[in-house]
């Protein structure tokens, strides 16, 4: 099966998504996050969103605009799924992704993530990481390791991530390039609705053939494990189960791969933490942490007040919306010192870049893996591997998707 007939290479809607959602320089929304902290952790009124969005006109119709600011902030709002609801992502994301986990409410988040947890074993991500992951990462250094150089975005931490989610769902190889696009034009519905709509349908139609195929199978892909998932009875329903793919998808495209260059970015800027990675695996799981910590793949998400509350003294009228600034927040000065430096030894406390509460990231132990699998994959492979003088000044940018655009590199073969 194939859906790739009319896959064009020259339309890259990566580019387009990237441009759109502020990634063109390397300006960087830090700066402002601090006065916006030091002034209140819960900020109030239209020009709040146009702050945080970064945006010139200000909206003042519909509902009231917050913004949290603060760790602390953002923790109550995430942590309190019965003050604070997800279902206004059914407005615009439902639209495209079908009602999926991103927009439910207790009881049923709780009914849907249990089912969809049984995909999500401990032992399904040991067997994942040795079968499929860490075969597959090597597969694509392979295609460049005696270069000497290059850049690292295009041929490997970009496609790497979304490359293992069709593995784990069985797709055929050849269907990877329109997959990579698709799942990007899906994630990009605010920048071209119809692409996206259009996606969305391409996905189902695809996943379709799929899930009927694979029901009653015991096979351990991951479409075969969600077609048999139950409890107590319960099976997922095929548009259950399509809006999953579907997350799945640009998550692969998006998150994991711009937190993976990040912390890859952090690390080859800091040469003695990088060696000292490198000569000290243990450290592996604390740099992951703090590079999430300091470069959030995605730094903002969004809820709505049910009822009239309070977040750090200030009052939240009924039907707000509150945006959860996640950069903010893992830069709050009152928790860690010097937030802004990257630092791999710095004391571990728990960042907010997986979000909190009910709906904490799903997919947050693969990430992990995957991270920690690539950026094993790259020491091992790559000796001496060091950014490119000769490409000038690099960095991460976006100001509401966080990576960096190119990573030129040297490695010694």
């Not at 194939?2 to 929304?29: H, K, L, Y």
């Not at 993530?113 to 040795?130: D, G, N, P, V």
């Not at 692969?252 to 003695?272: C, I, K, Q, V």
Request: hydrophobic residues 45%; negative net charge; proline residues 6%.
């Amino acid at each position: 099966m194939t859906v790739i007939d009319d896959f064009d290479p020259i339309d890259d809607p990566f580019e387009a998504f990237n441009r759109a959602m502020g990634a063109d320089g390397d300006a960087s929304p830090y700066p402002d996050f601090v006065e916006f902290r030091r002034n209140t952790p819960m900020a109030g009124g239209a020009e709040e969103l146009d702050a945080a969005l970064h945006t010139d006109e200000p909206d003042v119709s519909g509902p009231q605009f917050f913004t949290a600011y603060s760790f602390e902030a953002v923790q109550t709002v995430l942590g309190d799924g019965d003050t604070f609801t997800s279902s206004g992502y059914a407005e615009v994301m439902g639209e495209v992704f079908g009602h999926s986990i991103l927009e439910m409410d207790e009881p049923e988040h709780h009914h849907y993530r249990s089912l969809i947890q049984k995909a999500f074993t401990r032992k399904e991500m040991q067997r994942w990481e040795t079968e499929l992951v860490e075969p597959l990462v090597h597969r694509m250094i392979d295609q460049f390791v005696d270069d000497g150089a290059g850049d690292l975005i295009v041929p490997l931490m970009f496609p790497f991530p979304v490359n293992v989610i069709a593995e784990l769902m069985g797709l055929p190889a050849e269907d990877l390039p329109l997959f990579h696009r698709l799942a990007v034009e899906l994630i990009g519905v605010t920048v071209d609705w119809d692409k996206a709509v259009a996606a969305s349908v391409r996905l189902a139609e695809y996943f379709g053939t799929l899930v009927a195929e694979r029901r009653g199978s015991d096979a351990p892909d991951l479409i075969s494990v969600l077609a048999r998932a139950s409890n107590d009875g319960e099976v997922l329903t095929d548009d259950e189960i399509f809006a999953f793919l579907r997350l799945m998808l640009p998550a692969g495209a998006e998150t994991t791969y711009r937190s993976s260059a990040n912390l890859l970015f952090g690390l080859l800027s800091d040469r003695p933490q990088y060696e000292a990675l490198v000569a000290d695996r243990s450290l592996m799981a604390q740099a992951t942490e703090e590079g999430l910590r300091w470069e959030a793949p995605l730094l903002i998400i969004v809820r709505s007040a049910r009822v009239e509350t309070e977040v750090c003294g200030v009052t939240v009228p009924k039907d707000s919306a509150i945006i959860c600034n996640l950069g903010s927040a893992n830069h709050d000065e009152s928790r860690w010192d010097d937030p802004e430096r990257f630092d791999i030894f710095r004391p571990r406390k728990a960042h907010i870049a997986f979000a909190h509460g009910p709906h904490i990231c799903l997919g947050m132990h693969l990430a992990r893996m995957e991270t920690q699998v690539v950026m094993n994959a790259l020491m091992d492979r790559l000796p001496n591997l060091r950014l490119d003088p000769a490409a000038g000044e690099q960095f991460i940018s976006g100001m509401m998707f966080r990576s960096p655009p190119q990573m030129r590199v040297l490695w010694d073969t």
